[in-house]
């Protein structure tokens, strides 16, 4: 039974561009939650998806946005990226209305 | 405003040594309270988590924690640390809106060093 996984592993952009990660959430899991890592601090929550539509949403400016696709997979993407964009970003997986979330092994960005 | 917080930093420990990892959080109703690892460039893996219930709670690799109302406490315990505990610990608290909804809120970490 295949976890969360993530594409890419890593990620190197410069100032300005536009960025898309993907996630695929473990095998009967309808909901994916989007975090975002910086270095040396805890997750912080970007937004929820579930039946193709953002459930709820962060405190992160519309830059950042996503989509969530008939078989449950997403994409995070980021637009205008800013140096202060650069981090460990986080895919976690769970059934609706489930407490527990599971997380893939991320996806690092660097923006130089 | 729900919160976390994880006043240790930076814990170091020797091998076989207990290990106790502090956690408080602020929440207006009952919590559901988790505790992730996450190692040196991985994902967060699950520990543990508290939803109701027995207030000692049994996690993965011998780990265990204790939810303590009247102190607003969710400290992650393990009676004897190997070498490959070291690692980066998260204390996380499910703001959840109602409904269906969920969202966690985290604290910053806890690093832990396991010396030999």
């Known amino acids: 039974d295949a976890g969360v996984t993530q594409s890419p592993t890593h990620l190197i952009k410069t100032r300005g561009q536009q960025v898309t990660l993907r996630c695929s959430p473990k095998?009967?899991?309808?909901?994916v939650s989007w975090y975002q890592q910086a270095l040396g601090q805890g997750p912080q929550f970007i937004f929820q998806?579930?039946?193709?539509?953002?459930?709820q949403r962060g405190n992160f400016p519309d830059r950042f946005s996503g989509h969530q696709f008939p078989n449950y997979s997403s994409e995070l993407n980021v637009n205008a990226l800013l140096l202060g964009d650069s981090a460990l970003y986080l895919c976690a997986s769970s059934t609706r209305g489930q407490e527990t979330q599971y997380f893939g092994p991320g996806t690092r960005l660097l923006v130089l | 405003a729900q919160s976390v917080t994880q006043p240790d930093i930076h814990i170091t420990v020797s091998e076989g040594a207990s290990l106790e990892l502090r956690c408080n959080y602020s929440y207006g109703a009952t919590p559901y309270l988790f505790w992730y690892v996450q190692s040196p460039g991985q994902g967060l893996q699950l520990l543990l988590k508290?939803?109701?219930?027995d207030t000692l709670v049994q996690g993965i690799k011998g780990f265990e924690a204790e939810f303590k109302r009247s102190q607003s406490s969710f400290n992650l315990r393990k009676p004897s640390v190997h070498w490959s505990d070291a690692a980066e610990y998260f204390c996380a608290v499910d703001g959840h809106s109602g409904g269906n909804n969920r969202k966690l809120i985290w604290g910053l970490g806890t690093s832990l060093a396991v010396n030999p």
């Open positions: 095998s009967g899991h309808d909901t």
């Open positions: 998806y579930y039946e193709e539509e953002e459930r």
């Open positions: 508290y939803f109701s219930g």
